[in-house]
């Protein structure tokens, strides 16, 4: 059974940076696209960054140039390191990720089979 566990998550100041990393574990083969989403209350849950198994990234608009995503597939382990971090950047951010590798990074949020249980991030000064 393949697990996804976040961690990194925390509280920053406007402006700071926060890493966020993603583990999985239970797969022998690797994981297939993997990407963050983040959720708050008011809002639906909304891409941040996706990227395949070869390394194409793919990001939601907001984080366009602040956010960038990578991956260590020898460590089974998916980053977003984020910078320039805004109020609006606090949310739950959640790890998803699916076997399949697809030649897209941006895939419906369906197409991600496991979820991690998510990182509280919140930017407040």
């Known amino acids: 059974q393949v697990q996804l566990v976040e961690s990194g998550g925390g509280s920053v100041q406007p402006g700071g940076s926060l890493r966020l990393s993603c583990i999985a574990s239970?797969?022998?083969?690797?994981?297939?696209?993997m990407a963050w989403y983040r959720q708050t209350t008011e809002k639906q849950r909304e891409l941040v960054a996706a990227?395949?198994?070869?390394?194409?990234?793919d990001y939601g608009d907001s984080v366009v140039d602040r956010f960038t995503i990578s991956r260590d597939n020898a460590k089974n382990t998916v980053y977003l390191q984020m910078n320039s971090l805004k109020s609006e950047d606090t949310a739950v951010y959640f790890c998803?990720?699916?076997?399949?590798?697809?030649?897209?990074?941006?895939?419906?949020?369906?197409?991600?089979?496991?979820w991690g249980q998510g990182t509280q991030v919140t930017v407040s000064s």
């Open positions: 998803g990720g699916t076997l399949r590798r697809y030649t897209s990074a941006r895939l419906k949020h369906s197409s991600y089979t496991y």
């Open positions: 990227i395949t198994s070869g390394g194409l990234t």
């Open positions: 239970g797969t022998n083969s690797g994981m297939g696209n």
